[in-house]
Nanobody
Framework: QVQLVESGGGVVQPGGSLRLSCAASGIVFSIYPMGWYRQAPGEQRELVARITREGGTNYADSVKGRFTISRDNAKNTVYLQMNSLKPEDTAVYYC??????WGRGYWGQGTQVTLSS
């Protein structure tokens, strides 16, 4: 059974930082591209960042220079370091393995990130 369990969400002030973690089980983690998506109320789910099994990364333009995705294959965990957070970063953040938006992968259950002053 595949499980992706996110943690690290919460309420933070604008300008603050959070680090999200996603622990994977039930998959051969090292061969999967891993990603973070987010979905704000009333909006479609969007890709925030992705990291390939080789460690290559890509980011949404809206988070470039502020967010960093990384992975630790020994711990079967992917991270999203989020700095200089803005109110528009408020969303539920979902971990992904593979390409679940194309029907070829898995989703986590999501973790809420809320920006509030």
């Amino acid at each position: 059974q595949v499980q992706l369990v996110e943690s690290g969400g919460g309420v933070v002030q604008p300008g603050g930082s959070l680090r999200l973690s996603c622990a994977a089980s039930g998959i051969v983690f090292s061969i999967y591209p891993m990603g973070w998506y987010r979905q704000a109320p009333g909006e479609q789910r969007e890709l925030v960042a992705r990291i390939t099994r080789e460690g290559g990364t890509n980011y949404a333009d809206s988070v470039k220079g502020r967010f960093t995705i990384s992975r630790d294959n020994a711990k079967n965990t992917v991270y999203l370091q989020m700095n200089s957070l803005k109110p528009e970063d408020t969303a539920v953040y979902y971990c992904s393995a593979g390409y679940p938006d194309w029907g070829r992968g898995y989703w986590g259950q999501g973790t809420q990130v809320t920006l509030s002053s």
